[in-house]
């Protein structure tokens, strides 16, 4: 406040740092008195109202560097890491403001979890922390060489009971990893060389001649012999 004591004008200038802690609607009142004196010392008070009202700050959103990217990696020889996760913190400076947290799809609409082709992205709506996880089932996952990394960027958004908001851009990296080879499953059947597999006596019916290697001189074993 200031007055010209020559005049009687006066002017209040508001401290914007002061008051940001007014909410939307929120009114603060108070009075100035003033003192009018003459050159006799004789003195006349009178008192000014003020109000001052609230108006909507917007938050702020604020994510750690290290918070910024994301790393998980795909299963495969020596490599599991299919999730990793962050924490976005917003701040309001209006007493009592309600803020939520959210994700921006395609679409620009709010919401608390996104799928893509490698996994999903998922949002607390109230403590800001958000967690990729990469579906290792899927082909587009698994088809990834070792030095493949694919990058998907999202937008993390905090959002005030009023509709204001602040909002910025995360990054996951998707690492491939080396997939240890397969081997099919297969099966051999081995059988005993003997009379029944002689080619040239296929089958012993029990009257044909078979020849009997444990008899001297190789000689034929004729039915009723066996």
Known sequence: LTV????????????????????????FDFNITFTATDEFGAQKHDSVYVRVEGANDRPTLTIAEADKELDVYEKGIGSDTPADSGTAVGTDADRGAEKRYSLIDK????????TSEYGTITIDPDTGKYTFTLDNDNPAVSGLNVEDIIHEKYTVRVTDEHGAYDQQDITVNIH???????????SIELKESGVYDNPDNAQDNGN????????PGNSYVYPGEH
């Open 208 to 215: 044909s001649p078979t020849v009997d290697p444990a008899k």
């Open 4 to 27: 010209d004591t020559v005049t009687g004008h006066y002017t209040f200038e508001l401290d914007g740092e002061a008051a940001n802690h007014l909410a939307q609607g929120e009114q």
């Open 176 to 186: 491939g990893a080396n997939d240890a080879p397969t081997v099919g499953y297969t």
């Open 107 to 114: 679409d620009g609409n709010e919401v608390t979890s996104i």
